[in-house]
């Protein structure tokens, strides 16, 4: 298959990261015999700094002519720490999800066997936990209108929603539970938000379709609780834009590091894949960056082509990595630490060679790249 990929670095850690995945994704081509095309472009911080606005229209231009995105983080501390900034980074991920129709997010949320000691929650609770979680990506008060009083004393910000904006991304998430264990737990505040009872409403009448998937209501606060009480009981979680940013953040903490999830951006002709973290500009440049979410990303990104095994060859790949501690520190505090670029030369070497990676294990640590 060949393939044209936008790559969006970003900001901080994200162009760290990002080359790690697209290290994977040419030893994926390499051995499964795919041509994929990697182009460059500029978008948050780094984009403002060079062209004075966060979305250069050449790299919207780009993102619109390839066949699919990967993404690496935006954002930046001078603009963090400025609430009065009218230019921001993060405009120019909203705008490029409202231009692309990226009105999916899927972040899956798994913990992983090697790690259930790392996560603050007990074992017992976390353990087994497999979740999709379908966030509304191009609606709700993100995209709503924003007011600020002429004094500066007042602010105001219009969250809104349309059935036709409901009815797609509900959809998705039926179809993908009847795939998964059957379940569709929908997170709102219908006891207070008037869009949340036309989600509520929808949402429900949309159920009947889909005779084989149970259908569950939480209000939001209730499954913030849920998620650290009892994980397990979740298998999609269909939720709005604001509800849904907040709950996947909460669910990072099951697998023991926000480094190991990865989504996709998904609307009807366009998808981009990256990692759920931030910019994390306090570690850029210095190797900690955990890089398994952006290559868990690239995984997501060949699912999205059909390229199953391609894809399964990725996750069998990290899975050898977590198990042999080959990781960044926020994962691997108690064993030597694994640089970012570490972890994607022992990936991209178990792709090349799955047999002998375990006799590289100890290039890895001594610094040598097997792959010349």
Same mark, same amino acid.
């Given at each position: +298959?060949?393939?044209?990929?936008?790559?969006?670095?970003?900001?901080?850690?994200?162009?760290?990261?990002?080359?790690?995945? *697209? $290290?994977? %994704?040419?030893?994926?081509?390499?051995?499964?015999?795919?041509?994929?095309?990697?182009?460059?472009?500029?978008?948050?911080?780094?984009?403002?700094?060079?062209?004075?606005?966060?979305?250069?229209?050449?790299?919207?231009?780009?993102?619109? #002519?390839?066949?699919?995105?990967?993404?690496?983080?935006?954002?930046?501390? !001078?603009?963090?720490?400025?609430?009065?900034?009218?230019?921001?980074?993060?405009?120019? &991920?909203?705008?490029?999800? $409202?231009?692309?129709?990226?009105? /999916?997010?899927?972040?899956?949320?798994?913990?992983?066997?090697? &790690? %259930?000691?790392?996560?603050?929650? $007990?074992?017992?609770?976390?353990?087994?936990?497999?979740?999709?979680?379908?966030?509304?990506?191009?609606?709700?008060?993100?995209?709503?209108?924003?007011?600020?009083?002429?004094?500066?004393?007042? /602010?105001?910000?219009?969250?809104?929603?349309?059935?036709?904006?409901?009815?797609? *991304?509900? @959809?998705?998430?039926?179809?993908?539970?009847?795939? =998964? =264990?059957?379940?569709?737990?929908?997170?709102?505040?219908?006891?207070?938000?008037?869009?949340?009872?036309?989600? =509520?409403?929808?949402?429900?009448?949309?159920?009947?379709?889909?005779?084989?998937?149970?259908?569950?209501?939480?209000?939001?606060?209730?499954?913030? +609780?849920?998620?650290?009480?009892?994980? !397990?009981?979740?298998?999609?979680?269909?939720?709005?834009? %604001?509800?849904?940013?907040?709950?996947?953040?909460?669910?990072?903490?099951?697998?023991?590091?926000?480094?190991?999830?990865? #989504? /996709?951006?998904?609307?009807?002709?366009?998808?981009?894949?990256?990692?759920?973290?931030?910019?994390?500009?306090?570690?850029?440049? $210095?190797?900690?960056?955990?890089? *398994?979410?952006?290559?868990?990303?690239?995984?997501?990104?060949?699912? @999205?082509?059909?390229?199953?095994?391609?894809?399964? +060859?990725?996750?069998?790949?990290?899975?050898?990595?977590?198990? %042999?501690?080959?990781?960044?520190?926020?994962?691997? /505090?108690?064993?030597?630490?694994?640089?970012?670029? !570490?972890?994607?030369?022992?990936?991209?070497?178990?792709? @090349?060679?799955?047999?002998?990676?375990?006799?590289?294990?100890?290039?890895?640590?001594?610094?040598?790249?097997?792959?010349?």
């Amino acid at each position: +298959m060949k393939l044209e990929i936008a790559v969006l670095p970003g900001d901080g850690i994200g162009p760290e990261v990002t080359d790690q995945a *697209i $290290k994977v %994704l040419k030893a994926i081509a390499l051995e499964f015999d795919h041509m994929f095309k990697f182009r460059i472009a500029d978008v948050g911080a780094v984009a403002i700094d060079n062209y004075g606005v966060p979305l250069p229209e050449q790299t919207l231009t780009l993102c619109a #002519s390839s066949d699919a995105i990967l993404f690496g983080a935006i954002g930046h501390p !001078k603009y963090d720490n400025d609430p009065s900034a009218k230019v921001r980074p993060e405009q120019g &991920l909203l705008k490029l999800r $409202k231009e692309l129709g990226l009105f /999916a997010n899927i972040r899956p949320v798994k913990a992983y066997d090697t &790690l %259930l000691d790392k996560s603050p929650l $007990k074992r017992h609770i976390i353990e087994g936990v497999d979740i999709s979680i379908y966030r509304e990506l191009t609606g709700g008060i993100y995209f709503g209108k924003k007011e600020l009083s002429g004094d500066g004393n007042m /602010a105001s910000d219009l969250c809104q929603y349309s059935r036709e904006e409901i009815e797609r *991304i509900t @959809h998705l998430a039926f179809e993908a539970a009847q795939n =998964r =264990r059957g379940k569709v737990t929908l997170v709102d505040k219908a006891n207070v938000l008037e869009t949340s009872r036309l989600w =509520r409403k929808v949402v429900t009448e949309i159920a009947k379709q889909y005779s084989d998937v149970e259908m569950d209501f939480l209000f939001v606060d209730n499954a913030a +609780m849920q998620m650290i009480l009892n994980p !397990k009981q979740f298998d999609v979680i269909l939720t709005e834009n %604001l509800f849904g940013d907040i709950i996947s953040d909460e669910a990072s903490v099951i697998g023991g590091s926000i480094g190991l999830l990865a #989504s /996709a951006s998904v609307g009807k002709k366009y998808a981009m894949f990256e990692p759920v973290h931030g910019s994390f500009p306090q570690a850029k440049n $210095k190797g900690i960056a955990n890089p *398994i979410a952006s290559i868990l990303s690239a995984a997501l990104l060949l699912e @999205h082509f059909e390229l199953f095994n391609e894809a399964q +060859m990725i996750r069998i790949a990290v899975d050898k990595s977590l198990k %042999l501690h080959i990781s960044t520190p926020d994962i691997n /505090a108690n064993y030597d630490t694994i640089s970012t670029s !570490k972890v994607g030369d022992f990936i991209e070497d178990f792709i @090349h060679n799955p047999g002998d990676t375990n006799m590289n294990f100890n290039n890895i640590h001594l610094g040598q790249s097997t792959i010349i």
